[in-house]
């Protein structure tokens, strides 16, 4: 019989208590430089292993402190509040995800004025002065993803997309996968903008499904689908194809089930791991090699996804 599963925020919660409680109490007795990182919003999990990764490499390191702050959901005047509180504390470097990098363009050019180094990552003010870039190169992760959803459909078919408007990083996915798509015979019947919320995403399939049942592909150039297990349940997967962003659980299941055919991961610890090093870099006084810090995806499939989820399980468990 199989195990039932623990609920998504219930294992996250327990794994930082068993891996990062000893990390996180060394820090708070001897903080050092204090950097701020903020995530899009408190309710998107893929955000909590990037947290992982930034105390991972802030405790590796030594001497670091992490201040985690963001809206609890997706909330862009909320995010930039709470960057500006940031700059008036007089951080040591602040790392972000934009939710909206044209919003956030002026104070973070206001930051890096005040002499507080500002660094973005997976979701870019590219505008901005900011002073590196981690993630993907998301036009060319999009135009992956789209290439996959036309090799599955043999370039004919309808199709929607779901996305979130306003984010640099989900923009930039979405021209990709458009290109690759717009190289086919593939019809894009509407793009659906979800706010950055897998609970919308889920009622924009129920709907959408109704109301298109002749669909042949989705396209999700976010892990809105795949967050929870239960978003897909109106899609018919011998008759709709569906690719989406994101490897986190339950993922990987979605996949094995048929209820997806093709994942793009992210490098989700090193959005954190790597943007420390970078600002510690950045305080220490060495030149950066360029702005743009690119690393790389992941394509998964049927094919690869117990190689995969054994790479995963060594990532969390910080190998």
Known sequence: MRRA?????????????????????????????????????????????????????????????????????????????????????????????????????????????????????????????????????????????????????????????????????????LDGARQAIDASAIEVVEVFDVRDDAVRAAEVIASATQRHPDLDGWLSVGGWPVFVRNALDPVDPARTRVVAFDTIPPALDLLREGRVELLVGQKYFGWGSETVRILKRIVDGEALDGVHHYSGVDVVTRDNVDAYEAQWKRWVEGG
Not at 66 to 89: C, G, N, Y
Request: net charge negative; glycine share 10%.
């Open 5 to 173: 599963a623990l609920p998504l925020q219930l294992s996250i919660l327990l794994l930082s208590i068993l891996l990062l409680g000893p990390a996180c109490s060394e820090q708070q007795s001897a903080p050092g430089l204090r950097f701020a990182f903020i995530p899009k919003a408190l309710h998107i999990p893929v955000f909590e292993y990037a947290r992982i990764g930034a105390l991972r490499a802030a405790a590796e390191i030594g001497g670091i402190e992490i201040l985690w702050r963001a809206p609890e959901t997706t909330d862009e005047l909320r995010q930039k509040e709470i960057f500006e509180s940031f700059v008036a504390q007089r951080v040591d470097g602040i790392a972000i995800s934009c939710l909206n990098g044209d919003l956030l363009t002026d104070s973070i050019d206001r930051a890096i004025a005040a002499g507080i180094p500002v660094v973005t990552w997976d979701s870019d003010a590219p505008g901005s002065r900011r002073l590196a870039f981690y993630g993907v190169n998301d036009f060319e992760a999009g135009k992956v993803l789209g290439q996959g959803l036309v090799d599955l459909l043999d370039g004919r078919g309808r199709v929607a997309v779901l996305t979130t408007l306003g984010a640099d990083n989900l923009q930039k996915r």
